[in-house]
């Protein structure tokens, strides 16, 4: 089982102006800015669940990470964190 990213979206604040977890996602067009909403969403099936999003919106912790189920790729969200992918395991082809 793997995690992937989850934005709460009463906690982004990327409609004032806050884009860190698209920046820094090392994964092209996985973090987006969702136009109607004005808020972080990820593109699940992109997230490789490095975790490095969450850390840089440590300070509103509005990003969790959180398994998949893999048979349906549907997120988990009342299960709790399992084991973060290293960024060697993330990108590891």
Known sequence: ????????????IAEK????????????????LDPKK?????????????DLCMVVCS???????????QSTGEIILESEQTESAGMGQAYSG
């Open 1 to 12: 089982m793997y995690n992937v990213a989850f934005v709460h979206d009463d906690k982004c």
């Open 17 to 32: 102006g806050c884009r860190l977890c698209i920046m820094y996602c090392p994964e092209a067009d996985t973090i987006l």
């Open 38 to 50: 004005k808020k972080a969403m990820v593109v699940l099936p992109r997230c490789k669940g490095c």
């Open 59 to 69: 300070t509103h912790n509005a990003i969790s990470m959180h398994p998949v189920n």
